[in-house]
């Protein structure tokens, strides 16, 4: 039976981390190994992380001498993993119970396969917000998955099971993306041939914060995001034409232009 590691990364969310990786400690099916890549917290995670590893021995850390960010914590991490197969997790998000049981049961039945499962959004303090139903992406064949991604950013499936070895053969994560890091890897995953099974479970808990993509402004997302495409533009145009690259680039325009519009309209209506 293929091995399988959980790759959490974390930086400064000791006030969640420990429901993140119990969560994966309390899985119905055995995660042969946890990673946790601490990206130089300075909030008491490391203390916590020592404790829970010295109590759980799946549990390996990683402490990063200095802030490296999402992207290379990620994939080094990722790399770092002994197992055959990989799954993601952030620091301050969790899994439902079932989420590797089901993936893998999903798995197995699709030979080269990447797993997944639905989401649910949650507030910071844990109350449900609401779920993402993402069995149609399963339907989708290899030119609809890549057409759909590289004009979403928020319907897609995340922290995925997969094949270490797939995401060596696509290079995985780049070092040089700040934001959208996961979004630009999806790009690519979904041009490879591979079958997206789902689980047919919510399988993560994902916690809206006050931090990360949400501190940044509109004009800092359409950077991040063409820096995303602009890596892949060779793959788009051979996979889906030159003309679908410029249009997921206008889109990528026409959601942050809406943003920025909304934004003023609210602080006119506060200025009143």
Same mark, same amino acid.
């Given at each position: 039976?293929?091995?399988?590691?959980? %790759?959490?990364?974390?930086?400064?969310?000791?006030?969640?981390?420990?429901?993140?990786?119990?969560?994966?400690?309390?899985?119905?099916?055995? %995660?042969?190994?946890?990673?946790?890549?601490?990206?130089?917290?300075?909030?008491?995670? !490391?203390?916590?992380?020592?404790?829970?590893?010295?109590?759980?021995?799946? #549990?390996?850390?990683?402490?990063?001498?200095?802030? =490296?960010?999402?992207?290379?914590?990620?994939?080094?991490?990722?790399?770092?993993?002994?197992?055959?197969?990989?799954?993601? =997790?952030?620091?301050?998000?969790?899994?439902?119970?079932?989420?590797?049981?089901?993936?893998?049961?999903?798995?197995?039945?699709?030979?080269?396969? #990447?797993?997944?499962?639905?989401?649910?959004?949650?507030?910071?303090?844990?109350?449900?917000?609401?779920? =993402?139903?993402?069995?149609?992406?399963?339907?989708?064949?290899?030119?609809?998955?890549?057409?759909?991604? #590289?004009?979403?950013? %928020?319907? =897609?499936?995340?922290?995925?099971?997969?094949?270490?070895?797939?995401?060596?053969?696509?290079?995985?994560?780049?070092?040089?993306?700040?934001?959208?890091?996961?979004?630009?890897?999806?790009?690519?995953?979904?041009?490879?041939?591979?079958?997206?099974?789902?689980?047919?479970?919510?399988?993560?808990?994902? !916690?809206?914060?006050?931090?990360?993509?949400?501190?940044?402004?509109?004009? !800092?997302?359409?950077?991040?995001?063409?820096?995303?495409?602009?890596?892949?533009?060779?793959?788009?145009?051979?996979?889906?034409?030159?003309?679908?690259?410029?249009?997921?680039?206008?889109?990528?325009?026409?959601?942050?232009?809406?943003?920025?519009?909304?934004?003023?309209?609210?602080?006119?209506?506060?200025? !009143?």
């Amino acid at each position: 039976m293929p091995t399988i590691s959980c %790759v959490i990364v974390s930086y400064n969310n000791e006030p969640f981390l420990a429901e993140a990786i119990l969560s994966v400690v309390n899985q119905t099916f055995p %995660v042969n190994e946890i990673i946790v890549a601490d990206d130089g917290s300075t909030d008491g995670s !490391r203390d916590l992380i020592t404790s829970l590893a010295h109590k759980y021995p799946q #549990i390996q850390p990683i402490f990063r001498e200095k802030n =490296l960010g999402v992207a290379t914590n990620r994939d080094l991490a990722i790399r770092a993993a002994k197992s055959e197969l990989i799954t993601t =997790l952030d620091g301050d998000d969790w899994y439902s119970p079932q989420k590797i049981e089901q993936e893998f049961i999903a798995f197995s039945k699709h030979e080269n396969s #990447i797993a997944y499962s639905d989401l649910c959004i949650v507030k910071r303090g844990g109350e449900q917000n609401h779920y =993402l139903d993402l069995a149609f992406f399963s339907i989708f064949e290899q030119l609809q998955r890549l057409h759909w991604i #590289i004009n979403n950013v %928020v319907k =897609l499936p995340r922290d995925m099971l997969f094949a270490k070895k797939l995401y060596l053969d696509v290079e995985g994560i780049k070092h040089s993306l700040k934001k959208y890091e996961d979004w630009e890897l999806k790009i690519r995953l979904a041009a490879c041939a591979n079958t997206w099974v789902h689980s047919g479970i919510v399988g993560i808990y994902y !916690r809206k914060t006050n931090s990360g993509l949400s501190q940044d402004n509109s004009i !800092r997302h359409i950077n991040y995001q063409y820096q995303a495409l602009r890596l892949n533009y060779k793959l788009i145009k051979d996979y889906l034409g030159e003309q679908e690259f410029w249009l997921a680039l206008t889109k990528v325009l026409w959601r942050t232009g809406r943003s920025v519009f909304g934004i003023r309209s609210k602080l006119r209506k506060l200025g !009143r």
